[in-house]
C-alpha cells in the first residue's frame, strides 16, 4: 500500500507554470485518503510557497535538489550543504566556460557575475521555464521581473562570503544550448565531493554529493516508519534519477528524458496531459 506519494516540480507536476485542476483535485483525494503528498523540486522553497498558496496545496517539500527538506510550515528539517573548501572551485570551472552562476543559499540568492550576465541568464532561464512565451520583449520582462533577479546579492569579497554563516545549497547555471554545458559537465564530475544533475537539457545544477532527491526523501520517509515500498515517485529529469533507483514505485512521465523511461516501473501521461493525476489515480485503484 502506497503511504507516501513524491512528485517532481518542472515538467511533472506543472505545465506552463501552472498546475491543472485535475493534478489539485487527484493530489487532495490521496491526501484525504490518508496518502502523505511531497513535492520534489530543484527549485529553492521560496520558488514553491507561491504555488502552495496558488493552489492550496499543504505538504512537506524536499527542495534544492535534495539540499533541503521542509515540514508543511516551511521549517528546515534537514539541510545538507556544499563543503565551502570546493565553492572557489566550483565557481571557477563555471566562469571557464562563460556560464553565470545562481548560488542558492539559507540567505536568498547570490552570484559572482555582473548584473548584466545575470540578466542573460535569466532571459536563458525564461526560454527554458517558459517554452510557450515567443516575443522577445515578453521574454526580458519576464527576466527582468524574475524573483531572482530583483533580489539577487551580488558577491564582491569571495573571501568574505567564504568566511561568513552563509551556507550553500546549490549552484544553477543555463545555456542556450546542450553542448555549452559539455565541458563544465565533464570538469565537475572529476572535482569530487559534488552531484551534478540538470532539470532540462540546457541546465545545470550542483549539489553536495550527499544531496539527491532520493537520499534525503528516502530518510524522511523512515523518520515516518514508511517502508521505500510503500513510497510512490513520479518525475521526467536528471536530477529526478536518484528517486528511481531508490524507490520501486516510480512513474516516468510520457515527456521524460530516455533515462528515466528506462529505469521507471511505469509510465504516466506527459505533464500536459495531467499526468501526476492519471499516475495518482492509479494508486489509489490498486
Known sequence: MIKLI??????????????SQENIEAIHTAQKKGIKFAIATGRAYEDVKPFLDEYGLTCECLVL????????????????????SLIAEIISILSEYNLAVEIYTNDGYYTTNTKEEILDSMVKRSKIFRPHITD????????LNHPHFVKMKYITNIDGFLKSNVEVGKFISFADSAD??????????????????????????INDRYATKGRILAKAAARKGINKDEVAILGDGLNDYSMFVEFPNSFAMENAIPEIKEVAKYITASNAEHGVAKAIYRILER
Do not use: C, H
Not at 533541503?68 to 516551511?74: L, N, S, T, V
Not at 554545458?181 to 569530487?192: F, I, M, P, R, V
Open 180 to 205: 555549452e554545458l559539455k565541458g563544465s559537465w565533464e570538469k565537475l564530475n572529476k572535482l569530487g565531493g559534488i552531484a551534478v544533475s540538470s532539470s532540462f537539457t540546457t541546465n545545470i545544477e
Open 136 to 143: 522577445p520583449n515578453e521574454i526580458y520582462r519576464n527576466a
Open 65 to 84: 535538489n535534495g539540499g533541503e527538506y521542509r515540514d508543511i510550515a516551511g521549517r528546515i528539517v534537514e539541510g545538507i550543504y556544499i563543503d565551502k
Open 6 to 19: 513524491a512528485s517532481d516540480m518542472d515538467g511533472t507536476l506543472i505545465f506552463n507554470q501552472k498546475i
